[in-house]
């Protein structure tokens, strides 16, 4: 049985899809790398105080701020449960545009190798 290429148009949406899942993980794990700050904010010392979790990314320098409504570990210097979940909620806050670009250029990178491939086989 002999198998015809996929058109081009498809081989470009399937690279730019991998882009898109690229760049997601990419900066799914900018921030769970980034710098986790926990403060205890209490603007009147006579009303209850708010637990805010802090993020800055690890590359852009953007801090994002997280309020949990239970309680979370201690956020040291290791991976844990909170940073996992905390990433999730905020890793496209602010970042759209940053992340369609570079799913754009991967996918771009993508599409060239695989025709390259193509080509030489």
Excluded at 32 to 59: M, Q
């Amino acid at each position: 049985m002999i198998t015809k290429p996929a058109p081009a148009s498809r081989s470009l949406i399937r690279s730019i899809a991998i882009g898109v899942l690229l760049s997601m993980l990419f900066f799914y794990w900018v921030h769970v790398f980034g710098k986790w700050e926990v403060e205890n904010y209490r603007p009147d010392a006579e009303t209850t105080s708010t637990l805010l979790l802090h993020n800055t990314c690890a590359i852009l320098g953007d801090t994002h701020t997280l309020r949990p409504n239970t309680g979370i570990s201690s956020v040291g210097d290791g991976i844990d449960g909170t940073k996992l979940a905390g990433s999730f909620m905020n890793f496209t806050d602010g970042h759209i545009v940053f992340m369609a670009m570079l799913a754009l250029g991967l996918g771009g990178i993508i599409f060239a190798i695989r025709n390259r491939i193509k080509k030489h086989q």
